[in-house]
């Protein structure tokens, strides 16, 4: 079983819609949880950071942790044509020497 | 002004040729990766240099050697190009040594096709 789980997508919704983007991760040691957006052609960009259980917001994103899960997810709000990106969860530990990131989900938002 | 950049931005060579990436950074941070980017997207560790110490050399071929004359640099050599070397690199630095605390900047990144 793969360290961090993404579901590839890919995801095409409204202008509007809100939109959940999900990850699953199989280390209870995983601490530390981040949100990269990248866009084609481009490096990811960190978008939302968050190290417990709840959720984080930032303006229309919102960063959801259930450690008791072992589920993570990012809320976008009224969703725009600009957030067409592709969206990679990254999760760490203390032990660990780099992030594991997941396959990432590419998102299309239609005008 | 760019945080990190990676030269060149594109990359098109024949099968058996020598390729370097170079990477440098100006945020002052002590760590820096290279990471290795397929067709599918997923984003797969290849080396970490933490203030110019290897720290991760994940299963790579000995034909991609990575050197770091000092912690603003980290250059990706690779011998011997193989088809299945094409792929996008980008070269990352973070302020902690594994980037738990404060994620990574991205460069732009490489797209390297091998014909």
């Known amino acids: 079983q793969k360290e961090v789980e993404q579901d590839p997508g890919p995801l095409s919704v409204p202008e509007g819609a809100i939109v959940s983007l999900n990850c699953t991760y199989s280390?209870?040691?995983?601490?530390?949880f981040m949100w990269y957006r990248q866009y084609s052609r481009k490096g990811p960009e960190l978008l939302m950071y968050?190290?417990?259980?709840g959720n984080k917001e930032d303006g229309r994103f919102t960063a959801q942790v259930d450690k008791s899960s072992k589920y993570i997810s990012l809320f976008i709000r009224d969703s725009q044509p600009s957030d067409s990106a592709t969206y990679l969860c990254?999760?760490?530990?203390?032990?660990?020497?780099?992030?594991?990131f997941g396959k990432g989900t590419s998102l299309l938002v239609t005008p | 002004d760019t945080a990190v950049s990676q030269t060149p931005k594109y990359l098109v060579t024949q099968m058996g040729n020598d390729k370097s990436i170079k990477c440098e950074q100006n945020?002052?941070?002590?760590?820096m990766y290279w990471y290795k980017q397929d067709s599918k997207k997923f984003l797969k560790i290849m080396f970490s240099y933490n203030n110019k110490e290897l720290i991760i050399n994940e299963t790579v071929p000995n034909r991609f050697s990575p050197k770091s004359p000092d912690k603003a640099h980290l250059n990706l050599h690779i011998n011997s190009l193989e088809l299945g070397d094409s792929a996008v690199y980008f070269c990352?630095?973070?302020?902690?040594?594994?980037?738990?605390?404060?994620?990574?900047?991205f460069g732009s990144g490489t797209r390297l096709t091998v014909v």
């Open positions: 990254a999760i760490h530990s203390n032990s660990g020497y780099a992030l594991n």
């Open positions: 968050t190290y417990s259980s």
């Open positions: 990352a630095s973070s302020q902690d040594p594994a980037g738990g605390f404060s994620g990574y900047t």
């Open positions: 945020l002052g941070h002590d760590t």
């Open positions: 280390n209870s040691a995983f601490q530390y």
